[in-house]
Nanobody, 138 residues
């Protein structure tokens, strides 16, 4: 069982920045994880993939982004701390949502956050955090 704990949510004006963090812990299952990422869900809307990062080996990672955040959001990770970060810049009111950290294995799982339907991408992830609220005011 993998536990994911998010932090860093809050309220900012449009154009501002926030950084979300997600720490993974648990049993030896944590060692098998090579894909961590983020989904979000706005009130009254479907869950949406945001970004994910795949660890190919000790020196190579691949990042994937939904088109709506590409160029504004950056996903990084610290393998030693089993932590993934989402740096969000140039935030817009439409970025307002609960952001969920996710984890699983596989390049296909990771790359799937870019694509629709989001429901299929979400089903590929077996571990989910509790979520953290991000609110962007206009």
């Amino acid at each position: 069982q993998v536990q994911l704990v998010e932090s860093g949510g809050g309220s900012v004006p449009a154009g501002g920045s926030l950084t979300l963090s997600c720490a993974a812990s648990g049993s030896r299952d944590t060692n098998n994880i090579n894909c961590m990422g983020w989904f979000r869900q706005a009130a009254g809307k479907e869950r949406e993939g945001v970004a994910a990062i795949y660890t190919a080996n000790s020196t190579t990672t691949y990042a994937f982004y939904k088109h709506s955040v590409h160029g504004r959001f950056t996903i990084t990770q610290d393998n030693t701390k089993r932590t993934v970060y989402l740096q969000m810049n140039k935030l817009k009111p439409e970025d307002t949502a609960v952001y969920y950290c996710v984890a699983d294995t596989g390049l296909q799982t990771c790359s799937g956050v870019r694509f629709d339907p989001d429901a299929d991408a979400a089903r590929a992830f077996g571990s989910w955090g509790q979520g953290t609220q991000v609110t962007v005011s206009s």
